[in-house]
């Protein structure tokens, strides 16, 4: 009887045993819930970008895709410097990466872009025309940054992204 008694209370303590990271795991997740991951610029939704569907759209890599009309001048400016930093500031990784000018008017102000695509005032793009987006090697938008946007922590996030996605474009 004693020998039995014994086997419950060993079986009983290895069941505990085993149970308790489990209900400790529970009970933290209750009682202290993770945050959620922030990210800087605002987190689009996983569809294709409006002008990603273009033959002249640059495959196989990251874009940086900004509208340019005629209205803008010194914000617009502004904006292609930043972008152009943002690039730069990538290093080994500037190579996956390039700047697009969706031109929205007939004379649009100039810019130091590698792509300038015509684009159709229409087809409005998903967040405005008031920053610009991070859209990925498939096509898809993934982010939007405001014009007045902190470069320094742009520059960080578009790492992040281009170093996780490392086998993307």
């Given at each position: 009887?004693?020998?039995?008694?014994?086997?419950?209370?060993?079986?009983?303590?290895?069941?505990?045993?085993?149970?308790?990271?489990?209900?400790?795991?529970?009970?933290?997740?209750?009682?202290?819930?993770?945050?959620?991951?922030?990210?800087?610029?605002?987190?689009?939704?996983?569809?294709?970008?409006?002008?990603?569907?273009?033959?002249?759209?640059?495959?196989?890599?990251?874009?940086?895709?900004?509208?340019?009309?005629?209205?803008?001048?010194?914000?617009?400016?502004?904006?292609?410097?930043?972008?152009?930093?943002?690039?730069?500031?990538?290093?080994?990784?500037?190579?996956?990466?390039?700047?697009?000018?969706?031109?929205?008017?007939?004379?649009?102000?100039?810019?130091?872009?590698?792509?300038?695509?015509?684009?159709?005032?229409?087809?409005?793009?998903?967040?405005?025309?008031?920053?610009?987006?991070?859209?990925?090697?498939?096509?898809?938008?993934?982010?939007?940054?405001?014009?007045?946007?902190?470069?320094?922590?742009?520059?960080d996030e578009v790492a992040k992204v281009l170093k996780v996605n490392n086998g993307l474009g």
């Amino acid at each position: 009887m004693k020998s039995i008694k014994r086997g419950r209370m060993a079986l009983f303590a290895m069941a505990l045993l085993c149970l308790a990271p489990v209900l400790a795991a529970w009970l933290a997740y209750a009682l202290l819930p993770p945050g959620g991951g922030a990210s800087y610029g605002l987190l689009l939704p996983t569809q294709p970008f409006v002008a990603a569907g273009r033959a002249d759209w640059p495959r196989g890599k990251w874009v940086l895709a900004a509208a340019q009309g005629a209205d803008c001048q010194n914000r617009c400016r502004q904006r292609w410097y930043a972008m152009q930093q943002i690039e730069k500031a990538q290093g080994e990784a500037a190579g996956r990466l390039t700047r697009v000018a969706l031109l929205v008017s007939a004379r649009p102000a100039e810019v130091d872009a590698p792509h300038r695509l015509s684009h159709a005032p229409e087809h409005a793009l998903p967040a405005g025309t008031q920053g610009f987006y991070l859209v990925d090697p498939l096509g898809n938008q993934v982010l939007f940054y405001r014009d007045g946007a902190d470069p320094g922590r742009v520059i960080d996030e578009v790492a992040k992204v281009l170093k996780v996605n490392n086998g993307l474009g």
